[in-house]
């Protein structure tokens, strides 16, 4: 039974040290370089509410979404009517998310007809009528789509903004979708909102469009822009001292190419100048359509857009094979990388609107983790008191499974980098009363058999064994909901979820575990006659 009994200690001690050996970091930060190599890099993190960050609401414009999945269909179905050779005239969006288009013959329409059956099962028609002897026909989505296009542009609004976010370095941020058109994001650790904010809230819309050249910027600043032209913002940065200087662009409206097709974005420096820039480059499909732009532009100019901005406007002095392209500016390194990180990782497919920020100052975190700390003491305490006072030694044996139960409990956490809330507090102290539950138990079925007159070897034995299947079901039953609490909870509820499920697992451990092997040291090895409980 001794053998046992080792084998059982040698167990616990090595699981109990690996706690401690995860926790050390998390507990001591600023370890003697001599001994920072011996222990882990993990360290338990800190939530929002407890280091400090940021808190959004951000909502979608899925409105825009729509606008530009019509943008989208409109051209598509443009070139499968010249590939069919039917004969038609402006195909074109109107009225926001309706397409319009001119069928010249009633034959047309039949071949239309099969278009969008084939093609696009997403689109129908709204309206016809004969104008001047062509059909017009008015398209719209069908309704069952527009709910399910909605969805889905938030659903790729929050990929896009986690992607971001990742890339920032942000650690255990919290990105979740909230209604129909709103995003929650909290960025824990932030140290600059404003940078977050433009990195999270940029639509990052690449574009390329051709300058016009025909018409007059000058005309078109009072306000008398062409048809199918656009007046854009830029700015021109003087190489000999550095000014920049703010001027406009007239561009075509039509946009050759998006950054759909982007394959990635690296931040370079320039070999002439020492500035900084983005260098991109598209996958097989974008680097055709750009040799394809290229070759039939030669000698024109071609505008870089990002969100509406023209970056730089180069003249296209040969065909550009490969699909590499830069984008330049008066970028500082942290711009520039900035750009690099939201190109990456796509352009956000409507714009986003911030409803509500809220910063988090550190000071106010470390009053949280200062009263929580008290919290659990003051709890602990107080359960450790107790249990000596009501079952004696054996309750010190509880106490320190107890003890036990922590350090393995915020071991784990640090083992696998888990986040810290003031709710994840909550649930350590909950976890501090839980985890004496399962001795509880025990002491009193072992009392029972003490009354009726057992030796303490048998009691203790009777103790564990009636015991233990009403502590396994009561944990299991509190187990689940703790994880449907961590599965659909957010990110308060996540955090107690957290630390309630560890404890819980921990407590089992320690209690049934660890304690069994202190009873039995004592009522085999020992061979103890009287037990104090």
Same mark, same amino acid.
């Given at each position: 039974?001794?053998?046992?009994?080792?084998?059982?200690?040698?167990?616990?001690?090595?699981?109990?040290?690996?706690?401690?050996?995860?926790?050390?970091?998390?507990?001591?930060?600023?370890?003697?370089?001599?001994?920072?190599?011996?222990?882990?890099?993990?360290?338990?993190?800190?939530?929002?509410?407890?280091?400090?960050?940021?808190?959004?609401?951000?909502?979608?414009?899925?409105?825009?979404?729509?606008?530009?999945?019509?943008?989208?269909?409109?051209?598509?179905?443009?070139?499968?009517?010249?590939?069919?050779?039917?004969?038609?005239?402006?195909?074109?969006?109107?009225?926001?998310?309706?397409?319009?288009?001119?069928?010249?013959?009633?034959?047309?329409?039949?071949?239309?007809?099969?278009?969008?059956?084939?093609?696009?099962?997403?689109?129908?028609?709204?309206?016809?009528?004969?104008?001047?002897?062509?059909?017009?026909?008015?398209?719209?989505?069908?309704?069952?789509?527009?709910?399910?296009?909605?969805?889905?542009?938030?659903?790729?609004?929050?990929?896009?903004?986690?992607?971001?976010?990742?890339?920032?370095?942000?650690?255990?941020?919290?990105?979740?979708?909230?209604?129909?058109?709103?995003?929650?994001?909290?960025?824990?650790?932030?140290?600059?909102?404003?940078?977050?904010?433009?990195?999270?809230?940029?639509?990052?819309?690449?574009?390329?469009?051709?300058?016009?050249?025909?018409?007059?910027?000058?005309?078109?600043?009072?306000?008398?822009?062409?048809?199918?032209?656009?007046?854009?913002?830029?700015?021109?940065?003087?190489?000999?001292?550095?000014?920049?200087?703010?001027?406009?662009?007239?561009?075509?409206?039509?946009?050759?190419?998006?950054?759909?097709?982007?394959?990635?974005?690296?931040?370079?420096?320039?070999?002439?100048?020492?500035?900084?820039?983005?260098?991109?480059?598209?996958?097989?499909?974008?680097?055709?359509?750009?040799?394809?732009?290229?070759?039939?532009?030669?000698?024109?100019?071609?505008?870089?857009?990002?969100?509406?901005?023209?970056?730089?406007?180069?003249?296209?002095?040969?065909?550009?094979?490969?699909?590499? #392209?830069?984008? $330049?500016? +008066? =970028?500082?390194?942290?711009?520039?990388?900035? &750009?690099?990180?939201?190109?990456? @990782?796509?352009? %956000?497919?409507?714009?986003?609107?911030?409803?509500?920020?809220?910063?988090?100052?550190?000071?106010?975190?470390?009053?949280?983790?200062?009263?929580?700390?008290?919290?659990?003491?003051?709890?602990?305490?107080?359960?450790?008191?107790?249990?000596?006072?009501?079952?004696?030694?054996?309750?010190?044996?509880?106490?320190?499974?107890?003890?036990?139960?922590?350090?393995?409990?915020?071991?784990?956490?640090?083992?696998?980098?888990?986040?810290?809330?003031?709710?994840?507090?909550?649930?350590?102290?909950?976890?501090?009363?839980?985890?004496?539950?399962?001795?509880?138990?025990?002491?009193?079925?072992?009392?029972?058999?003490?009354?009726?007159?057992?030796?303490?070897?048998?009691?203790?034995? #009777?103790?564990? $064994?009636? +015991? =233990?299947?009403?502590?396994?079901?009561?944990? &299991?039953?509190?187990?689940?909901? @703790?994880?449907? %609490?961590?599965?659909?909870?957010?990110?308060?509820?996540?955090?107690?979820?957290?630390?309630?499920?560890?404890?819980?697992?921990?407590?089992?451990?320690?209690?049934?575990?660890?304690?069994?092997?202190?009873?039995?040291?004592?009522?085999?090895?020992?061979?103890?006659?009287?037990?104090?409980?």
């Amino acid at each position: 039974m001794f053998q046992d009994i080792r084998l059982r200690t040698l167990i616990a001690l090595v699981v109990c040290l690996a706690g401690l050996y995860f926790l050390i970091p998390s507990i001591v930060p600023n370890l003697p370089d001599s001994l920072k190599n011996l222990f882990p890099k993990k360290k338990i993190q800190l939530g929002l509410d407890l280091q400090g960050g940021m808190h959004l609401i951000m909502e979608v414009d899925t409105q825009k979404a729509m606008e530009s999945t019509m943008e989208r269909f409109a051209n598509n179905l443009k070139e499968s009517l010249m590939a069919r050779k039917i004969k038609f005239r402006n195909v074109e969006r109107t009225g926001g998310t309706l397409i319009s288009l001119d069928l010249s013959t009633t034959e047309a329409r039949s071949e239309f007809e099969k278009i969008l059956t084939d093609q696009y099962p997403d689109l129908e028609v709204k309206s016809s009528e004969i104008i001047e002897g062509r059909e017009r026909l008015i398209l719209k989505v069908k309704d069952k789509r527009v709910v399910d296009m909605g969805r889905a542009a938030l659903e790729q609004s929050v990929e896009t903004i986690r992607n971001r976010v990742d890339q920032f370095g942000v650690t255990e941020p919290e990105i979740v979708p909230q209604g129909d058109d709103r995003i929650l994001i909290q960025l824990p650790g932030v140290k600059d909102p404003k940078r977050a904010v433009n990195l999270i809230g940029r639509t990052a819309l690449l574009e390329f469009k051709l300058l016009d050249e025909e018409h007059s910027l000058e005309q078109a600043i009072k306000g008398n822009v062409p048809p199918g032209d656009v007046l854009a913002r830029g700015a021109r940065i003087d190489e000999r001292t550095g000014q920049r200087t703010e001027l406009y662009y007239l561009l075509k409206d039509k946009t050759l190419m998006t950054g759909q097709n982007l394959e990635y974005a690296q931040v370079k420096i320039s070999d002439r100048f020492g500035e900084p820039y983005v260098g991109i480059k598209f996958d097989s499909q974008g680097a055709k359509d750009f040799d394809r732009i290229t070759s039939e532009n030669v000698g024109k100019r071609l505008a870089i857009v990002l969100d509406g901005i023209v970056h730089s406007a180069p003249v296209i002095k040969e065909r550009i094979s490969g699909g590499d #392209a830069q984008i $330049t500016g +008066a =970028f500082s390194p942290e711009e520039a990388r900035d &750009l690099a990180i939201v190109l990456r @990782a796509g352009a %956000l497919p409507a714009p986003v609107k911030i409803l509500e920020q809220r910063t988090v100052g550190p000071s106010l975190g470390q009053d949280s983790i200062d009263k929580g700390i008290i919290a659990t003491l003051i709890g602990g305490l107080l359960v450790f008191v107790f249990m000596v006072i009501y079952y004696k030694l054996s309750g010190l044996v509880a106490d320190v499974a107890l003890f036990l139960n922590l350090i393995l409990l915020l071991g784990t956490m640090a083992a696998f980098e888990a986040t810290l809330t003031l709710p994840g507090i909550a649930g350590i102290v909950l976890t501090i009363g839980m985890a004496v539950d399962a001795n509880v138990l025990i002491f009193e079925r072992t009392r029972e058999e003490l009354r009726l007159g057992k030796s303490p070897r048998a009691s203790i034995e #009777a103790g564990f $064994t009636k +015991a =233990f299947l009403t502590i396994f079901d009561s944990n &299991l039953t509190t187990l689940i909901a @703790a994880l449907f %609490l961590f599965q659909f909870g957010s990110g308060p509820v996540k955090g107690f979820a957290v630390t309630l499920t560890i404890g819980l697992v921990a407590s089992m451990f320690t209690a049934v575990f660890v304690s069994r092997i202190i009873f039995d040291y004592f009522a085999w090895n020992r061979k103890i006659q009287k037990l104090s409980i």
